[in-house]
Structure formats: C-alpha cells, structure tokens
C-alpha cells in the first residue's frame, strides 16, 4: 500500500506560494462568525514534487482504459477520443453558466439542438430531451412520461410495469420510485421474454413494459413486435431500456419498431469517461404522442436564433434537474456523432458485435456459457465448471484477470446466471488485444484445474491484494485520523 499524503506531511514544507493579500478586508468582514471554523484546518504540509509524485503513484496503481483492456460487460468502457477531451476544455464551453442569456451562448445552445436532432435521428422517436443527467434518472423520466400519459387519459387504474428478470437492477427501482409496482417476468430457455407468461400476466392494470434490447444476456430480443403488440392492446407503452444502444447504432431504430420511449446513455454509447461514478446524461425520446410530457425546457429554433422552448411547461413533467443537464457530456457526444456519421455510427456497432462474438467463440469451449448462439456487443460465460470441478468461483477468476493485466469483467449479472462473467470487448479494441485476452483466459482455466490455490488467492501481483469484503461491509470506519 502507499502512503497517504498525511503521512507524507513534514511540518514547514509548503508546495504553494500565494501573491501578497492586497485587499483591506478581513476573513469577519466577509463571513460571519458563526459559519467560521473554530479549529485551524489540519493540511499535511508537502512540497510540489510530493504531490505530484503522491497522485502519480496513486494514478499508476489503479487499472484504467488507458492501461489496458477493460472488457466490463453492461458498461460499456469505451474508448474515449482525446481530441474530444480537448475540445471540451475549450474556455469557451468551461466558462459558460446556466444563469447566461441565450442571446451569450448560441453556440452551446446549437450543440444542444443538433444533439437532439442526432439523437432523434438515430433512434427513430420524434423529440428528444437531454435534461436527465444519468441513466437511472433517464429511466425515471421515461416512466413518469408513461404516468403523465396515463394519468392525461384517465387511466388511474394502470398500476404495474412489466420487466423481464434480465432486467438491470435500475429498472425495477426506477419503476418502483414513479409508484408503479413492478411484476417480473421469467425469461425462456433461449434467454428471451416468455410470450406464453406474458399472454397470462398482462391486464388492463399494465401501465407499460420496460425491455433491453439487446437484453443483459447479450442477446436481441426477436419478439420486440409481439410484446409490443401484447402491451399495446391493453393501452400499455413499450419503454427501451437504451443502455445497449451500442450494439444497435444505424442498424435499429427503437422508435420505428414499436418502442414508445427510451433513454440514452450518452456516457456509455457516445463515450464519455465514466468510471467513478460519472458524470453522466441520460436523454429520453419519445414518440410524438408523448412529446408534451417531456421535461423543459426544450432548445429550438426561431428563424436563425436557438432559444430555450418552455412552451410545453403546462403538459411537461417538470424539469428532473436543475438547469439543462451535463453539457460537458453533450459536447463530447456532439463531436463524436459528428465524427463517425451515419456509416461510422452502423460501423460501431458492427465492430463490437463481431467483437463480442469472436471472444464467445474462443471461450466458449473452456467456460459454461448458458446462452450460446449468436450474441450482440457482450455476451454472458459463467464459472459453473470451474466452481463444480475445481471450487474455483468466478470472483477468483476476475481477481486472477487481475494479475494478467485486464480488468475484470462483469461478475455475477446478470442474476439468472450463476456464476455469471458478463464480457463486452467494444468496438475499439484489437484483434491482438481480444487474443491476449482469450489467452489469459484460458490459462485461467488450466491454472484452475492444475492450480486452483493460485487462482483461488489471486490477485498476487496487484498493490492491494484481495480485500476482506466481510470487514469492509461491517467496519466502515473510513476516516483517517492524523
């Protein structure tokens, strides 16, 4: 472990030098007492060089997309152009604010609109709003547009949503956050909604269906028509869960095949770095029936000025976030739209697919894979023989990753496969990258029959070894005293 920057404090070494206090006003003139800290605030006292050489160190341990493959499946860790960084750090994007005049950012605001513009376009649904800030918050946009819907109808009695058990585990909360009571619904032996199920669960009560398509288990959902037409009879609406996007870009269009809303992921589909936790945006398309209960406000065009359009405000559900979302996040997927076109958009998905599709053939021999036919952009392999053989898990599988020099890809989702080991290679990745990858792969799979206490130990060669997850959950004592 390395030290902390704490313990790396020597008292009297400073790394700053600030200019000469030229104001004649003191810390009391400007804050009153009682919001004053009592106690001087306790800094380790470091120079330049060792701060810069604390984080770089930090930086060096933990494993990024920069460093290596990162084949972590429903999250797509795309590679994130730096050009883009670049350009998003250009002063004149950075120092806009919210509170400006529309008349001071037309060029922010004709990002936005052609965003939207994009957006609609490559999903098929009439309107676009970019507001909601992540996917789970898209997903709770998309159902309060439902609710608005119902509700603007009469049909107080439509109470449930409909989602597959592959659902993302965001689904069901979403759906449960809006008031709707989930039901679920079991997939069938190929991985894919069980129309026979769905025939017996749907009434007048459902308000909506929530489908991934492709699903968790990577898999296309070929009865996209008949669930539609099943929800649409009772009046229900057909919600796409679009954190798969990436396997569908200028191939499908979910507003053309009976999807009625949606959600964007633009940090997962149009890059954005996001791990850690963000940021992110969600944006919601609907169809034109549904475009008034969309949150405001929306950036249009009046002749050649883009303005922001609250016309809608009576209709909308009101805003879901203050102000008009992550901008940072639409100028990187602006430009990356921008950038590929409609062919280089079809050609991302075609790449991942084939991607994904070459790491299921080679390892599908040496891992259980519940599903084998043909996948989209992941696919999901399982443990199950190594556990069963070898009392190897599949955690110990992902830690031994670890010392190979991958990230470890997702562990155990989707929940209806055990063991689960969900692998989503993306579109940028090398033939030569997926082969050392399948070759890590498959030593793992010796060492687990030949030497399974190394896999089951693993890993050896990180800076932090495996952490007690059990202590971690019951002692969360995370502050550090000095």
Request: charged share 25%.
């Amino acid at each position: 472990m390395a030290k902390t920057i704490f313990e790396k404090h020597s008292p009297g070494r400073k790394g700053y030098t600030l200019p000469k206090n030229d104001i004649d006003l003191t810390l009391s003139d400007c804050i009153p007492q009682k919001y004053q800290r009592q106690q001087n605030l306790k800094m380790p006292e470091v120079s330049e060089l060792d701060v810069m050489r604390h984080f770089i160190e930090l930086s060096n341990m933990n494993h990024c997309i920069e460093k290596g493959f990162y084949p972590l499946g429903s999250c797509t860790m795309k590679y994130n152009p730096k050009l883009h960084e670049t350009l998003v750090r250009n002063c004149g994007f950075m120092n806009i604010h919210p509170m400006q005049s529309p008349d001071t950012v037309q060029g922010a605001l004709e990002i936005m609109y052609e965003l939207q513009k994009d957006l609609a376009e490559i999903s098929g649904f009439a309107a676009v709003s970019l507001q909601p800030v992540a996917g789970a918050q898209g997903e709770f946009t998309g159902l309060k547009i439902i609710q608005a819907y119902h509700q603007h109808k009469g049909n107080t009695h439509k109470n449930k949503i409909i989602m597959p058990d592959s659902a993302h585990g965001t689904n069901p909360a979403s759906a449960t956050l809006v008031g709707y009571e989930t039901i679920q619904i079991k997939s069938d032996s190929k991985g894919r909604v069980d129309l026979a199920a769905l025939k017996e669960l749907v009434d007048d009560s459902v308000a909506g269906f929530m489908l991934t398509n492709p699903n968790t288990l990577g898999l296309f959902e070929t009865q996209f028509k008949e669930i539609a037409e099943i929800i649409h009879q009772v009046d229900g609406l057909m919600y796409l869960d679009g954190a798969n996007l990436n396997a569908l870009l200028g191939i499908v269009k979910p507003g053309q095949i009976g999807f009625d809303v949606m959600h964007f992921n633009l940090h997962k589909t149009f890059t954005t770095p996001h791990g850690g936790g963000g940021p992110g945006s969600g944006p919601v398309g609907v169809t034109s029936e549904l475009a008034e209960y969309l949150p405001y406000p929306l950036v249009n065009k009046d002749n050649e000025r883009y303005i922001l359009d609250d016309s809608i405000q009576e209709t909308s559900i009101g805003k879901v976030h203050s102000y008009y979302g992550n901008f940072g996040v639409y100028v990187r997927a602006y430009i990356y739209i921008k950038m590929l076109g409609e062919e280089g958009l079809k050609r991302v998905s075609q790449n991942a697919i084939i991607n994904a599709n070459y790491l299921l053939a080679k390892l599908k021999e040496h891992y259980f894979v519940p599903y084998p036919s043909y996948c989209m952009h992941e696919f999901v392999a399982s443990g199950k023989w190594q556990k069963e053989k070898y009392e190897v898990k599949t955690l110990d599988i992902a830690k031994r990753l670890l010392d190979k020099g991958f990230h470890a890809p997702t562990v155990y989702f989707p929940l209806i496969v055990p063991e689960a080991l969900m692998i989503e290679p993306t579109e940028t990745e090398s033939l030569e990258t997926l082969d050392n990858f399948i070759k890590a792969m498959l030593e793992i799979a010796e060492e687990s029959e030949k030497d399974p206490d190394k896999v089951r130990t693993a890993p050896l060669k990180t800076p932090v070894k495996r952490v007690d997850d059990v202590k971690a959950a019951r002692e969360l004592d995370v502050k550090f005293d000095w």
